[in-house]
C-alpha cells in the first residue's frame, strides 16, 4: 500500500446530489482522492465489504473509477463490482447495491450538467439500502475532507473495464457486471411487457432520446430487445464523453429535437428522455408534454394497473417545490402525502418504513419504492404500461385526469449563473418581508401562509431547515423560491408558480400567462429582476 499526501479542500460539501464541480476542479492534484479517501474513513463496514461503482460515462469517469479502484484495495474493500465500461446508470448502480448485499456504491455523475474536458463532473456516495448517504453521513465526509492529510492507494495498472470478467488488485476482486441485466429483470417483476409489446405490434409509435448518456444500452434493451420498437424510433443512444456535444437535461431546451418531433403533425403516439445518469425522465404524447408534477400525480391515480403494484399505493411523497396535484390524488386514495425538501434523499427513510409507494419531484424524478434512487426508465415504462392498460392516448390521459381532480398549472423560472451576492439578497428581501404577508392583498391574490420551509422526518425525528420560501394564496395558487444546490457555476434561484383550476374550468389556457400573475406578485416581493439585473429567466419548465 502506498501512502500520498493530500491537501484538505474546503470546497468538498456535496449538494443536493453529492459533490458537483467542473472537471478542471476535480482534475486538481488530490482533490478526487480526498473526497474518496473520506467516503472510506467514513464507512468502516466497506472495510472486508462490497462496493458498487460506475457512472455515466462522462469525461473524468474512467481515471476516476481507475483511481477508486486502488484506493478501494488499499482501504481493504473485498470486492468492486463495476459496470461494464465504467458505465451503470443511477437507478441501476442503486439496484445493483440492493442485489449484492454491497455496503455501498459510488456513482460518478453530475447528472444533467453538461460533459466534457470543460463540462462538470461529480460523485455522490450511497449507503447499504441502495440510497443517496443520509444527511449525517455526508456531513460526516464533508468534515472529514477539511482534516485528511494523507489518502491510501495502490500502486497497480488499470483494469480493462470494457469485457465482462474479474480482475483483482491486491487481495481485491473486481467483478466487471453487465450494467442493464439485472436492471431490467427487476423492470420484468414491475410491469407487463407483453402487453406493452402488443400495444407497440399493434402500431403505437414510441419515441426515446437517450441524449447521448447513460441510459442508451438501458433503452436499447427495453425498448428494442424486449419491447419491439423499432431501432429507427431511438435517438442519441450512443453514450458519449461528452454527450455529443449536447446537455443532457431532458427539458423543452435541451431535448429540443424530441420537442419538435412530438409536436409535429406526424408526431409518434409516445416520446420520452432521460438525462445524463437516467435518473429523470419526462413523457411526452402527441403534442403535449406531461409536466412532471403532473406526471407524479397520474402515476398515483394509475400505478395499480402495473403488476408489481396491484394492490394499489401506501403513501405518496413529493418535493415541496413540485406542485399539489399528487395531494389530491393522495386524499382521494385516502393515503398519506408526505411533503420533503427538495433532494431525492428524504425520500429514502420514507421508503425504507413502507411509508409511501411513490415519490417524485417537480424537475422531472419518479421512482417507487423498488429503488432508492429516483428512475428514469421505470417511469417511462410505467406510463408505457397505463397507457397500454387503459387503451388511451397520453393525452386523454391527462385530460381525464384534470377533468377529475383539477388542473395545477405548473412553471418553474431559473435564473442561471446568478452573482451569489445578488442571488442571496433577492431570498432575503422575501425572507424579511414573510412574517407580513398573511393577509396582504397583492394583484388581487391574498396570502393565506408565508414562511420557510422546515422538514420534520417522520421516520427518524431530524428536521431540516431553511428549505425554500413560501407563499401560499387564498385562491390556491402559490409560489416557491430556492437557491439551487446542484448549479456549478455562480448561483441558480429557481422561482416556482402554481395555479389551480378545479374540474369543470378551463384546463386548456396559455401556461405562462396563466401564471404571469403569480411571477408578477413575486417579482413585486423580491425585487428579483431589479437586483438581478434579468429581464427573462434563463430557462422556463
Ligand atoms: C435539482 C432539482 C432537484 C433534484 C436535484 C438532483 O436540485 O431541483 O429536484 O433532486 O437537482 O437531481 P437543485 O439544483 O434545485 O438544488
Ligand atoms: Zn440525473
Known sequence: MTTHA??????????????????????????????????????????????IVGGDGRYYNDTAIQIILRMAAANGVAKVRVGQGGLLS??????????????????LSASHNPGGPNGDFGIKFNGDNGGSAVESVTQAIFERTLEIDSYNEISADDVDLSALGTAHIGDMQIEIVDPVTDYMALMETLFDFDKIKAMISGGFSVCFDGMHA?????????????LGVPAGSLMNVEPSEDFGGGHPDPNPVYAKALFNKMFADDAPDFGAASDGDGDRNIVLGKGLYVSPSDSLAILAANI??????????????????????????????????????????????????????LCGEESAGASSDHAREKDGLWAILAWLNIVAARGMSVKDIVRDHWATY???YYSRHDYEALDTAKA??????????LADLPGQSLHGETVSMADSFAYTDSVDG?????????????????????????????????????KY??????????????????????????DLKAITQRAAPSVMS
Not at 466 to 481: A, K, P
Request: hydrophobic content about 40%; charged content about 20%; overall charge neutral.
Open 406 to 408: 383539477g388542473r395545477h
Open 6 to 51: 493530500t491537501t484538505p479542500f474546503d470546497d468538498q460539501k456535496p449538494g443536493t446530489s453529492g459533490l458537483r464541480k467542473q472537471v478542471k476542479v476535480f482534475q486538481q492534484t488530490g482533490y478526487l482522492e480526498n473526497f474518496v479517501q473520506a467516503i472510506f474513513d467514513c464507512v468502516p463496514d466497506l472495510r472486508g465489504g462490497t462496493l
Open 304 to 357: 395499480h394497473l402495473a403488476p408489481g403494484y396491484e394492490e394499489g399505493i401506501v403513501g405518496v411523497a413529493r418535493s415541496m417545490p413540485t406542485s399539489r396535484a399528487a395531494d389530491l390524488v393522495a386524499k382521494k386514495a385516502g393515503v398519506d402525502l408526505f411533503e420533503t425538501p427538495t433532494g431525492w434523499k428524504f425520500f429514502g427513510n420514507l421508503l425504507d418504513a413502507g411509508r409511501i409507494t
Open 501 to 526: 383550476a378545479p374540474p369543470g374550468e378551463d384546463h386548456d389556457a396559455d401556461l405562462q400567462e396563466t401564471l404571469k400573475q403569480i411571477a408578477a406578485i413575486a417579482d413585486e416581493l423580491t
Open 424 to 433: 442571496q439578497a433577492v431570498m432575503s428581501a422575501l425572507e424579511g418581508k
Open 214 to 226: 447513460v441510459t442508451g444500452p438501458y433503452a436499447k434493451a427495453a425498448f428494442i430487445q424486449r
Open 462 to 498: 431530524s428536521v431540516s431547515r431553511n428549505q425554500g420560501l413560501r407563499v401560499e394564496f387564498e385562491s390556491g395558487s402559490r409560489f416557491v423560491m430556492r437557491l439551487s444546490g446542484t448549479g456549478t457555476v455562480g448561483a441558480t434561484l429557481r422561482l416556482y408558480l402554481e
Open 90 to 107: 443511477t437507478p441501476a448502480l442503486s439496484n445493483l447495491i440492493r442485489v449484492s448485499n454491497a455496503q455501498g456504491g459510488i456513482i
